[in-house]
Structures are given as structure tokens and as C-alpha cells.
């Protein structure tokens, strides 16, 4: 039995978070509140601007929505245990995933960003978990874009991207030689 690991949610991460999702949701009231006069043919276009702050207010709307659910949340953000990875670090958070359930553990970038793609034998039993029509899609998405649906982040947590990825890389290996 070897030991559980606990990562914590973090508050000051989850802030910043916070503070630019509103940042965004400002910008894209301004955008169709006070659309700028930008003399570009193309991206001064009416319909476009409009069109980038109606998205940019609903996107990020969400993201913020998500973001203030977790504060009062004392759960940690991640478990790892003999059992598997327990996901509660994210809006579409999964819960238990069985290390019997893991193919492969990579990495993915998006804009800049990466995250912990979790390749599971059964995608389509963790895309039906979730209960709201948004997480699904959500997970969907990324299911068509990456291969599966789950993906963690080390945004929200009290860690490191690298050892965090290195500790689940490690301890999926050590579950696949038993």
C-alpha cells in the first residue's frame, strides 16, 4: 500500500483565474455595449465585434461561474491513491478513475497551456457520469479532440505541472506491473 497523495485546490491561482475571466467578461460587454471603431475592414466589422463579445461574455461567464463554485469547496483538487486518481480539480471534474480503467497519461498544449490528458479504456462511461448538458459537450470535445475526455489541469492546484504529471506517470506505472 503505498502513500495517498492529497493536492489542494489553490485559492491565489483560482483568483487570478477569477479576476481575468471577469477581465474578459468586462471586455466583451464593452464590445457589445461600445463596440470600438476599429477602421480595419475585417476585424472592425460590426457583426464580428459583436459577435467576440456575446462570446466572450458567455465563455467566460461560465469560466467564472465554475471558478467561484470551487472557493467554498475544501475538497482536494486531486487524490492519487492505490485505487487511482480522484478528479475534483475542475469545472468538468470526473471523480474516481480506477488505475484499471487508465490506457496512457500524456501531455496536450492548447493556447500555451498544457494539461494532463487521461486516456481511459471505457471514454463514453465518463462523458454519461456528468449530469449538466455543458459538461458533457465539454467532455465530448475534448474526447474528439484528444482522444479522451479527461483532462487535468494543474491551473487550479498547488502544484507543479511537471512533478505533478511526473507523480502520475509514476504511480500509473507502478499500478500497471502488478
Known sequence: MTEQIEIP????????????????????LWFVIKPPTISNPIIGNPTLILTVGIAAILFFGLCAF?????????????????????????????GLIPWSDIKAITIE????????????KNPDEYINRQKGFIK?????????????????????????????????QDRFNNNNKA
Do not use: H, W
Open 9 to 28: 485546490l489553490s485559492k491565489n491561482k483560482l483568483t487570478l483565474m477569477l479576476i481575468g475571466s471577469l477581465a474578459f467578461i468586462a471586455a466583451g
Open 66 to 94: 465554475y471558478l467561484a463554485k470551487k472557493f467554498p469547496d475544501k475538497t482536494p483538487g486531486l487524490i492519487i491513491n492505490d485505487n487511482g486518481v480522484i478528479d475534483n480539480s475542475g469545472g468538468v471534474s470526473v
Open 109 to 120: 498544449t492548447a493556447a500555451n497551456q498544457r494539461f494532463i490528458i487521461v486516456k481511459v
Open 136 to 168: 458533457k459537450k465539454a467532455m465530448q470535445m475534448n474526447y474528439n479532440t484528444y482522444g479522451s475526455p479527461i483532462s487535468i489541469s494543474a491551473n487550479g492546484l498547488k502544484c507543479n505541472f511537471d512533478e505533478l504529471y511526473k507523480t502520475l
